[in-house]
């Protein structure tokens, strides 16, 4: 799956995608429209062209951040024009939107805040200037920044979804993480698609009759398609990753609910698997929790993968298998395609089958691994080849 990225006509607009090379218009596709008078000297068109090239540099990393955003609430797919009438002032700048056809909320709130809150140079002051932006849609997207995912809340229950179809392009799985107040609870589901729990903090799992069971910091529960399960906190607050299979469009998620419904005890089938860290079993670089012979499904496998700094996994591809990776601790570069892309701590990815992916580490990497469906992870017991 090709990743391509959005381009504005002024700026290189790099987002999860490789970019292109800056596209530098003509003088008149920047130019005032209309000019206050003053006492000094007005400025020469050299200097307002000088000065709204330094914008240009200096106005990509916030007009990067911009497409980020959205895409990581709204949709990967996001293109169209925006054109932006700013008038600059001494101390601060008023900026329109005059034109936008991206129909994204997020990206166009976005583009007026980083054009309002930039200090233009001296020249453009008392100016108004008149600039465009043309955003392409990818193919897909790999990698997100969570602490851009906002949360959604139902009573003592929040959501972000990380990952879904809208998001990625990709349906085969989804990424949630949920946080539950103290005294909450999910309440008795039945999930009609396969789950993955990883737990961030200590919580309590209820199921049909198994009673009570305490789960810690670290471990992992599967929950098959059809059984039940309640995830409650009676002391602090639980967080928890949940990896849904397959994946869709998470609207139910988006509106702050997990999507599975209630069910009562009576009649109700399947207990959830509780994987503690303490029966994992390590081979190589992953601890293997959830995989066809712990969990009787080949819905998906799910381990924690270490990559020490400086290590390299080289190019490779999963013929059939997404592979999706929360990132705990550390950063690197993940190539897909071909194209590099940065991880950092709060990195989430996604692979989709038969695409090329190499890693490299810059500090050392400890995540979650899930590949759906299972399989790949049975290389790690394998050893070095």
């Not at 599975?260 to 089938?269: D, K």
């Not at 290590?311 to 570069?333: D, K, N, P, R, S």
């Not at 940065?342 to 190499?358: G, L």
């Not at 490299?360 to 990497?365: K, L, P």
Request: proline share 9%; with cysteine; glycine share 10%.
């Amino acid at each position: 799956m090709h990743r391509s990225a959005c381009t504005a006509v002024l700026l290189a607009v790099a987002c999860s995608g490789p970019a292109p090379a800056p596209v530098r218009p003509p003088a008149t596709s920047a130019i005032p429209v209309d000019a206050a008078p003053a006492d000094a000297p007005a400025p020469s068109q050299d200097e307002i062209l000088a000065a709204i090239q330094k914008a240009m540099n200096e106005l990509d990393e916030g007009t990067q951040g911009c497409w980020a955003a959205a895409a990581a609430v709204e949709r990967f797919d996001i293109e169209g024009d925006v054109t932006a009438r700013i008038d600059i002032g001494d101390a601060a700048a008023q900026v329109v939107l005059v034109a936008n056809t991206t129909s994204s909320p997020r990206l166009s709130a976005c583009v007026v805040a980083v054009l309002g809150g930039y200090a233009w140079a001296p020249p453009l002051r008392g100016q108004t200037i008149q600039l465009p932006f043309r955003f392409r849609a990818p193919d897909g997207q790999s990698v997100v920044d969570r602490h851009l995912v906002p949360a959604v809340g139902q009573g003592a229950v929040s959501v972000r979804v990380l990952m879904d179809d809208a998001t990625t392009g990709n349906d085969a799985a989804s990424m949630l993480e949920v946080t539950i107040a103290p005294g909450g609870g999910t309440g008795l589901r039945q999930p009609d698609r396969a789950e993955l729990w990883y737990f961030l903090t200590p919580a309590q799992v209820t199921g049909r009759s198994a009673g009570v069971r305490s789960v810690a910091a670290g471990d992992m529960m599967f929950v098959d398609r059809g059984h039940v399960r309640n995830v409650s906190a009676p002391g602090g607050e639980v967080r928890a990753v949940i990896v849904l299979v397959p994946g869709g469009r998470e609207g139910t998620a988006r509106a702050g609910a997990l999507p599975a419904p209630m069910v009562a005890t009576s009649g109700a089938r399947g207990e959830p698997l509780v994987l503690p860290a303490r029966a994992a079993t390590t081979a190589g670089p992953a601890t293997l929790f959830a995989e066809p012979a712990t969990t009787s499904s080949q819905a998906l496998a799910a381990s924690i993968l270490s990559v020490p700094a400086g290590a390299t996994v080289a190019e490779h591809v999963h013929a059939t298998e997404t592979e999706l990776l929360y990132v705990l601790e550390g950063a690197g570069t993940m190539t897909v395609a071909g194209v590099a892309l940065a991880v950092t701590p709060t990195s989430v990815i996604q692979i989709p089958p038969n695409t090329r992916h190499a890693f490299t580490a810059t500090a050392t990497v400890r995540a979650v691994q899930i590949y759906t469906p299972a399989g790949p992870e049975q290389r790690f017991k394998k050893g070095p080849p």
